[in-house]
C-alpha cells in the first residue's frame, strides 16, 4: 500500500472540497478500498476519511413515506432497521446475503453503491484491464471468464457489479442523493451507473470530489412490501458474490399483476433493471407462464462474453423463481440463509 | 520384563485411566484466550519485516527490478536479489531423497511459476515492506507456459514418496474384455492449495553460528536438518519452536522457498527477520495437491462381482521437480478382484512442485475411484452398499495378504443405520424435499493405510515423584499435545496432573514428522516405550531393595499406577515413585523410547484403517445450487486414544471431502500461468453454512499386529470416501453423473 | 506524518502515536501493541481470524484502518476473560472442541461474542452457522463451532434472565 495523506475533514463541504484535488478518494468503513489498496489495485495519494462526517448516519422516514438513508448507515443496521425491513424486505434480505457479519456491521450504505468489481482481472495486476488501467486491454475476454458479464458488456470491458444491496435498489428506483462542489443532485440509481462502453472506468456519473451523502427510497416504492424478494445463486451456501441474483417486487391486485419491478445481479457492470419484463408482467395473471414470458424477455439482448452462456439459462430460472417467490408473498420473517434457494419456499415454488 | 507386566502390550493390556478418555484439549484454554504464540506472533527486539516478491509469470527470466525505488521508501532496510543473497552451504536444487524439494532461493533470475519469489524486501515495518515489494516493478521476459495436463506425458520413475508408479496382478485386459458389464469413466480433479488458516511464517534470528527459528514444522528434525544443510550450520546449533501450528495438512512437512528466505534476509541484515506469507502467496510456492486425469475400468461379472480393473492416473507435476500424486494406488486394498492394474504418468507443467495434500493420492484417487465403483454398482443394478458388501475384500486384493484389522462391515452396517440407507431408491431422480428440491444419498468406502515412522521420546521420573516425557512432537490441531500426553501419563503410571509434556521443540528427541496420519502412532509408541522404560528401571530399584514392600515381587510383577508401584498380585502392597527415589538418593530416573513399524508384522498384514461415509445432498433442480444435508461417517482406525479429538479429526475430514466434491480448484489463466482465484474470497472453501448434521461414528477395532499400542491414523481417512459420497449423491439426486470436480451448479442446469 | 490517536483496548485507554496511516487495526494490534490473539488469516476480509469488537460491533480488523478509529472502544480475544474467569462462549468453544488448531479460534470467538449481543440468532442453529459464516476454519470445526455457539447464548441469556429477576 502506498503512503498517503489522512485528511479527516470536519463536515460535507470540506470533504468534497479536499477530495476534489487529483489522486484524492474517500475513504469511509474501507471493506473495499483497502482490499484494493493493499492488492496495488488502487493508489490514491490522499484519504478523506468521511467516517466522522456528522449527519450522515441517520434512517429517516419522511412525511410521505419515503425513506432516507445516511451514506454512513452500516450495512446490518440498515438490514435489522425494523421501519425499513417492514417497507422494503427484499432490500433488507440483499443486504444480509452479502458478505458476512463482520463486513455488514463496517461495509457503508455508500461504500456498498461503489464497490469496484470482483473481476480477478481487474484485481490481478499483471494483468490487462481497461477498468484499472485504461487502455490497457482487457484480459478476462479470452481468460477465465466463467462469471463474467452477460448484459451491457463491451469488447473494452466483461466485468460484472458485485452488489446485492443495489439490486433491488435499482428494482424500487432508488435515488442516490449526491453532493459536490456544485451542491447536490439526485440520480436515480438506474442512471447512477454507466456501462462499459470504451470507458469502462467511468464506472458511475459522480465527478471528481462528488461523494454519495445518502439513498432515498420512494414512498411508492412501500407499496411492493407485501411481495418481494431478492434471491441470489452463489457456489457456496454464505460468505460468496451471487453467480447471478434477483430482486422481483409485485404489486399485485385480485391475482393480477399490476406493476412488477425486476432487477438482477452479477450479469452486468451495473445492477440491470429488466424493464422489458416489468413490461412483460403489467397486468399478467400471476403465473408462472408470466414469469418464463418476463424472465425471456430479462435475457433477450442477453449474450455470452467468454465462458458464461449458462449464466442466461440460469439467469432465467433465477428470475422465474424470484417472480414465483415474490407472489407467494414476502415472509413473515427473514429467513435463516436470506436469499439462498435453500431459504424455506412456498409449495409449488419449484416446478420440474 | 516379566514384572513389568502391565507393560506388555496387546488386547490385554491393562490401560490406565488417561487412554481412551475425551479429555478436553491440554491447550485449550491457551487457545481460547489468545495465549497460544504462533511463529508469528514473536516480536524479538530490533526485529525487521520481510516480504517475498511472488513472480506475476509462470515461465521466463526477470530482466530488471528497482531496487533503488524500493530502497527509496521510507523504512526500507534492504532488498535481497539473486545480486546479494548470501551465500549457501549446499545447492538448493540438490535433491538427495524425495521428501527434499528444489527450491530457487534467488540462485539466479529464472522464474518457474508464478508466485516463485523473486526478491525479498526488508523494512523496519510491514507497511514499508510491502509498498517496497510493490515499487520494485519487476520486468520479465516471458514464456508461453502450460499449466494443462495436455502437454507431453512421461511415465514417471515413482510416485509420491518414492511409491512404484505401476502394480498389476493377474491379466486386466482379458478380464475386461470378457467381462460381462465394463465401466469405463474419466474423472479430473483440480489443483488445490493446503491454505491452513496460518499462512506460512518464519522469525529468524542468529547469534553467531546459532540460529533460533519460530516457524511452524510439521517435522522439527527434517526441518532442523534441511536448514542445516542449506546454511552449513551444526543441528544442534539451530533451534526450532513450534509449540502450536495452524494447519499443516502437509504443506509444513518440509522447508520450503519462504522460510528459507526468511532465514536469509535474517543473515544478510544481521537483524531479527520475521517473514510471513501473504494468503496469495500460499498459493505458489509452498505445495499444493496437484491435478489429476484419472480413467478407471472396471470389469463385473453377471453377479455384480468385480472381475478386473484398471486405474490409470495422469497427474501434473512441476517442470523442475518429482512429485505425481499417487491416486492410482487406493484401489489395491479395496475390493475383491482377481485382477488388476495401477499405472501413472505425468505431464510437467509450469507450476510450484506439487506435494502432500492431506491423504495425498488417497484423496483424488478415491473421490474417482469410489465414483466408478457407484457407476459400476448402478449398470449392475445393484444398490451402492450391497456391491460393496458383495466385492468385500477379506485380504488385500493386491498381495493377498490378510488384513491386520479390518472392521469395514461393522462401519458399514453402524454407518448405514444410523444413516437410515436401507430406504434409498435405486434409479436416481427419485427423492424430493418438502420445497420440492431434489434428494440423493450416496456412499463411498472410506480407506487409509496404517503407516508407522520412526520417532523416539525420553521420560523422566522424578524425586517429587512427578514425572516428564519429552517428544519432539507437532500439534497441527490434531490433539497430539492432548492424545500423547495421555499415552504419557498411562505409560508412566501417573494422573495426567503430574505430567509434565515437552513437546513442538527441535531441542527434543525427534519424535517423528506429523505427516502420513502416522503421527499418534508414532510418536505415541515411542512416548509409551520410553514409559516403560522408566518404569522397568524404577521396578529394578524396588524389587531388588529389601527396604522395599515391593521386594522380592519382581516375579509375580508389579503394575504402575497413579505415581505408586503395586504388587499384581495384592494391589494393597505398593510404594509410591516419590519414596522409591528418596531411598535411593536419585533426584531422577529416566529411560528411552522408540515407536517404528515392525517390518515382520508389515511383511505379514496389510495395515489400513477402514470407514464408510454416507451422504444426503440436496439440489435445487432449477438452479442447480447443492447443499450437503447429511454426512454420516463411520471409521475404524484401531486404538481410538482420544475419542473427542479423534471424532474432530474424521469431521474435519469429511468437511475436506466435501470440499474436494464441491468447493476446492484453484483457476489458473492458461495464458499467464497465473492462479486467478488465489484468496478466500474464490477459492472456496466450506463456510459453517454449508455444513447441516454431521455425525462421526467411531467403531471399535482392536488391532494386535499394527503396532503396540494398536493404533491407526485417523489424519486423513475422512476426506477418502466423503469426496464420492457427496458425488454419488449428487447423481442419485439428479441423474446427471459430474466427472470432474468440484461439481459446480453449471454440470446440474441440464 | 505523524498522528496520534486515542484507543480504549480491553477496557484500558491508550495514546498510540502513529508513525505510518497505513496502519490497520489488525497491524497495530499485533505488531505494534503485541496483542498478538488477534490473527491474520488473508488480511483481506475474507476469513475473519482478525475478527475483534469495536464499539461493540465485530468487524475485520484488517480492513480497518487505526488512523480512521480514532476514539474508538476495541475488545480482542486478550480482554474477554475476567480475572482469569473464561468468558462462556471460551469455555463452550473447549467443552465442543469447537477448534483444532486454533488459529482462526480467537477471531470465532469474538465473532461468536459478537453475535450472541447482535441477538438475531436465536436458538436457531441454522441462524448462527449463517451468521458465523464470515469466519472460515480449514480444520472444519463447524459443528462444534456450532454447539458452542448455541450453549453460551443459553447460558447468557439465563445469565441475564436471572440478573434481571
Known sequence: ?352 | MSEIAQLQPGPRMRHGSNIGQPLTRSEGRLKVTGGATYAADNHPDGLLHAVIVPASIARGRVVSLDVAAAKAHPGVVEVMTPENRPPLAMDPYEKSNPLMFRMNLLKDDTVRYAGEPIAVVVAETLEAAKEGAILLAPRYEAERPEVTLDGDVFKPQAVGPGMPAEATKGDVEAALASAAKRVEATYETPPQYHNAMEPHAVVARFDGDKLQLDMPTQGLAMSRMRIAGLFGLKPENIHIRSPFLGGGFGSKGSVSSPEALGILAAKLTGRPVKLVLAREEMFGSVGHRGQTRQTIKLGLDETGALTAFDHLTRAATSRFDDFVEPASGVGQALYKVPALHTSHEAVRIDTGTPSFMRAPGEASGSIAFESAIDEAAFAAGMDPLAFRLKNYADVEPISDKPFSSKALKECYREGAERFGWQDRPLEPRQMRDGSGRLLGWGMGTAIFPALMFQGNARAVIRRDGSGVMEAGGHDMGQGAWTALAQIAADGLGLPMEALEFRSGTSDLPDAGVAGGSTHTATAGNAIYSAGAAVIEKLTALAVGDERSPLFGAGNVGVIARDGRLIRQDDEGVGESYADILERADLDEIEGSGQGAGDPSAQEAYAMYAHGAVFAEVAVDPDLGQMRVNRLVGAFAAGRVINPRMVESQYLGGMIWGLSFALHEKAVHDRRSGRIMNANFGEYHVPVNADLQGMEAILVAEDDPHVNPLGIKGVGEIGITGTGAAIANAVWHATGIRVRRFPIGLADLLG | MNLTISLTINGEPRSIDLDDPRVTLLDLLRERLHLTGTKKGCDRGQCGACTILVDGQRINSCLALAVSHDGADIRTIEGLAENGQLHPVQEAFIAHDGFQCGYCTPGQIMSAVGLIAEGHAGDDPERVRELMSGNLCRCGAYRGITEAVLEAEAKLSERDRSAAA
Open chain 1, 1 to 352: 500500500m502506498n503512503r498517503f495523506d489522512y485528511i479527516r475533514p470536519k463536515n460535507v463541504a470540506e470533504a468534497v472540497a479536499a477530495a476534489s484535488e487529483p489522486g484524492s478518494a474517500y475513504l469511509a468503513a474501507g471493506t473495499n478500498l483497502l482490499d484494493l489498496m493493499k492488492g496495488g489495485v488502487s493508489r490514491p495519494e490522499r484519504l478523506v476519511d468521511v467516517t466522522h462526517l456528522p449527519g450522515l448516519d441517520r434512517i429517516e422516514t419522511l412525511a410521505d413515506g419515503a425513506m432516507r438513508i445516511g451514506a454512513l448507515v452500516k450495512n446490518s443496521e440498515l438490514a435489522y432497521d425494523e421501519a425499513f425491513s417492514a417497507r422494503f424486505p427484499a432490500v433488507a434480505e440483499a443486504l444480509l446475503s452479502g458478505a458476512s457479519a463482520q463486513l455488514r456491521n463496517a461495509a457503508t450504505v455508500g461504500g456498498n453503491l461503489l464497490q469496484r468489481t470482483r473481476c480477478a482481472y481487474f484485481y490481478d495486476t499483471a494483468s490487462a484491464c481497461n477498468k484499472r488501467a485504461p487502455g490497457s486491454g482487457c484480459d478476462a475476454i479470452g481468460g477465465e471468464n466463467h462469471g463474467h458479464a452477460v448484459l451491457g458488456w463491451s469488447e473494452h470491458c466483461i466485468a460484472t457489479h458485485p452488489s446485492d444491496f443495489c439490486v433491488p435498489l435499482t428494482a424500487l428506483g432508488a435515488i442516490v442523493k449526491i453532493e459536490g462542489k456544485d451542491g447536490r443532485r439526485d440520480v436515480p440509481i438506474t442512471d447512477f451507473y454507466l456501462l462499459p462502453g470504451d470507458t469502462p472506468d467511468r464506472e458511475n456519473v459522480l465527478s471528481p470530489g462528488e461523494m454519495i451523502v445518502g439513498v432515498r427510497l420512494p414512498a411508492e416504492a412501500a407499496g411492493f412490501a407485501a411481495n418481494q424478494r431478492y434471491l441470489k445463486v452463489r457456489e457456496r451456501t454464505s460468505y460468496a458474490f451471487a453467480v447471478v441474483s434477483a430482486a422481483a417486487a409485485l404489486r399485485i391486485e385480485d391475482g393480477t399483476i399490476a406493476e412488477a419491478r425486476l432487477a438482477l445481479g452479477g450479469v452486468a457492470a451495473r445492477p440491470w433493471r429488466a424493464i422489458e419484463a416489468e413490461a412483460a408482467l403489467a397486468g399478467a395473471p400471476a403465473s408462472r407462464a408470466s414469469f418464463e414470458k418476463a424472465a425471456e424477455a430479462a435475457f433477450a439482448d442477453a449474450r455470452p462474453s467468454g465462458d458464461n452462456a449458462y449464466k442466461i439459462a440460469l439467469g432465467k430460472r433465477i428470475v422465474t423463481r424470484a417472480l414465483a417467490m415474490a407472489a407467494s408473498g414476502t415472509p413473515e420473517v427473514m429467513p435463516a440463509l436470506p436469499a439462498s434457494p435453500f431459504a424455506p419456499l412456498s409449495e409449488g415454488v419449484i416446478h420440474v
